[in-house]
């Protein structure tokens, strides 16, 4: 159970990190269904910003994509890895915009540094549903990909809203490149699910 404080907090968030305003639009093609949809559909709402509504199928459609990115001048495009290979394998010119996010799956760490070469730039955004979409970030650089481990590029800090620590079985903090479960807080983190409660 998501509440409204959860998702002010988010937007706030993602504002600030997408260094999002008025002149900026976003491809809002998610269904509602899934949480990505949020800052899609209600970051261009409350920063006066635009988005452009669009039906989820066009990201199996390449062509259709960059068609409307370049026509309408979008300037976020975001989707999970899976999805950007298939898009960037079909379209290697597909055009450059200012905010490209990739989320949702790990980011397999060649792959992302391909991915800076499409978005002026590129963040690699990582949460779980309980967290009110977005918990921690990472800018992608070829540098940061580049000393990034072989399985994933990196999911970075806690964003402005999120405190998060890694722990180990004692719940003890670990220190850093050490193995353990990642702990989030703050004013995101959803009420719990419903009657678990």
């Known amino acids: 159970e998501v509440e409204h ?3 002010i907090a988010l937007l706030q ?4 990190l997408l260094q999002f305003g008025p002149a900026d639009r976003y491809l809002a093609s998610s269904t509602i269904a899934f949480d990505a949809s949020i800052p899609e559909l ?3 709402l409350v920063t ?3 988005l452009l509504l669009r039906d989820s199928r066009i990201m199996l459609d390449p062509q259709w994509l960059a068609e409307d990115v ?3 001048s979008v300037t976020v495009v975001q989707t999970g890895p899976s999805v950007w290979s298939v898009i960037l394998a079909a379209m290697p010119d597909f055009p450059r915009v200012k905010t490209l996010i990739t989320h949702g799956e790990a980011v397999e760490p060649d792959f992302a540094k391909r991915l800076t070469d499409y978005g002026e730039t590129v963040l690699n955004l990582y949460g779980p549903t309980e967290t009110a979409v977005w918990a921690t970030g990472q800018r992608l650089t070829p540098e940061s990909c580049s000393s990034a481990s072989k399985i994933s590029a990196p999911i970075g800090k806690p964003l402005a809203h999120v ?5 180990d079985e004692q719940l003890q903090p670990v220190e850093p490149g050490v193995e353990g479960e990642l702990l989030i807080g703050g004013p995101s983190v959803a009420r719990g699910y419903k009657n678990q409660i």
């Open 48 to 50: 006066g910003a635009s």
């Open 163 to 167: 405190t998060a620590c890694v722990v």
């Open 42 to 44: 209600f970051l261009p």
């Open 5 to 7: 404080g959860n998702v």
């Open 13 to 16: 968030s993602a504002k600030k």
């Open 70 to 72: 370049v026509k309408h």
